[in-house]
């Protein structure tokens, strides 16, 4: 198993550009997420999907769009990239989703908007 | 709403010495409780968890008890290695949603350096 993988790994954009951040797992897990890094503040949760076709907001959706079609891929769109967007982020999925699951998180990508 | 709060880093400690990090939490109903490492450069991944009071999770000589009383999982290893260097992160889960999210909470992190 691959596990959960995430491309790119860095990423430089402008201000006002978009890019997509991708993510997918072969474990079949229900569960996935987006969340950013930022120094000192441990890590956030932008957006989860509870499975395919479900997705709903976490503690820092603005700026950000997700969506899930497949039980494997959940891809994070930036629509217009601001300097504050300037983070790692990193991807994670779980079976089921139940709050003693372990998570498992994808090697990160550090995105720098200018 | 929930929260998790850990002591400030950076930590540095000389091979073989004791290690504790400290995480205490604010949460509604009964939360999991789990810390995360993260070594340079790479995600992070599961070190142990513990699912209700008293509980002790362990793993590769770290340790954490769940303590209701105190809200703390303070995290302990008797002798750190070089290679236990990384960033530490206490979560717990968020249990005022419906219990299929799974989503985490995490603290702010706690960066290990281990000289030898």
């Known amino acids: 198993n691959a596990g959960v993988t995430q491309t790119p790994k860095f990423q430089v954009l402008k201000t006002g550009q978009s890019m997509t951040l991708q993510c997918a797992q072969d474990?079949?897990?229900?569960?996935m997420s987006w969340y950013r890094q930022d120094p000192g503040m441990g890590l956030r949760l932008i957006h989860y999907s509870v499975g395919a076709g479900i997705t709903d907001q976490g503690e820092v959706p603005n700026g950000y769009n997700v969506s899930r079609s497949t039980t494997e891929d959940f891809p994070l769109r930036l629509l217009s990239a601001a300097p504050s967007q300037t983070s790692v982020y990193f991807c994670a999925s779980s079976y089921g989703g139940r709050s003693y699951n372990e998570q498992f998180f994808g090697p990160g990508t550090r995105l720098t908007v200018l | 709403g929930n929260s998790v709060t850990q002591m400030e880093g950076p930590v540095t400690l000389s091979e073989e010495a004791f290690l504790t990090i400290n995480c205490t939490y604010t949460?509604?109903?009964?939360?999991?409780l789990f810390w995360y490492v993260q070594y340079p450069g790479e995600g992070l991944q599961l070190l142990l968890k513990a699912t209700k009071a008293d509980d002790k999770g362990s793993n590769k000589g770290f340790e954490a008890t769940y303590r209701k009383e105190t809200t703390s999982f303070h995290l302990e290893k008797g002798s750190v290695q070089v290679s236990d260097s990384a960033v530490y992160f206490c979560a717990l889960s968020d249990q005022q949603q419906p219990s299929n999210t799974g989503k985490l909470i995490f603290g702010q992190g706690t960066t290990l350096q281990v000289k030898p």
């Open positions: 949460a509604t109903g009964y939360p999991s």
């Open positions: 474990m079949n897990h229900e569960y």
